[in-house]
């Protein structure tokens, strides 16, 4: 199983950024796959999801008017689209396939934070997104 997040760096204040997952190797119609981030100092984090078996999508509150989840089903692929980009958004960006239901939760705010603080699925190397004034 291979999970390889792309398209990170440095990104202006205000400015947008896509980040990009494929994962390989997986039967996904079981998995929802998400989107993650830790900031420096800070705890692990969920930004967003997609079951993957019906496409249900969620995004955290706090980001849902500046992220967008999307996914490309044929290319195993999901994206983070990152707009009006804010210093507090600087932090490693991981993406993560992990079993749907999960403890009975499916995609949603208690599935990102039971994967986010305990780790399961499998999960890419990361990729660092670095907001700059």
């Known amino acids: 199983v291979q999970v390889a997040e792309t398209g990170g760096g440095l990104v202006q204040v205000g400015g947008s950024l896509n980040l990009s997952c494929t994962v390989t190797?997986?039967?996904?119609?079981?998995?929802?796959v998400a989107w993650f981030r830790h900031p420096p100092g800070k705890r692990r984090e969920g930004i967003g999801c997609?079951?993957?078996?019906?496409?249900?999508?969620r995004v955290e509150e706090s980001l849902s008017d500046r992220f967008t989840v999307s996914r490309d089903s044929v290319k195993s692929t999901l994206y983070l689209q990152m707009n009006n980009v804010k210093p507090q958004d600087t932090a490693m960006y991981y993406c993560?396939?992990?079993?749907?239901?999960?403890?009975?939760?499916?995609?949603?705010?208690?599935?990102?934070?039971?994967?986010?603080?305990?780790?399961?699925?499998?999960w890419g190397q990361g990729s660092q997104v670095t907001a700059t004034s």
């Open positions: 993560a396939a992990a079993r749907e239901p999960l403890g009975g939760y499916y995609c949603g705010p208690f599935w990102l934070r039971a994967v986010a603080a305990q780790g399961h699925g499998h």
């Open positions: 190797g997986l039967n996904l119609e079981d998995y929802v």
């Open positions: 997609i079951g993957w078996n019906d496409g249900s999508t």
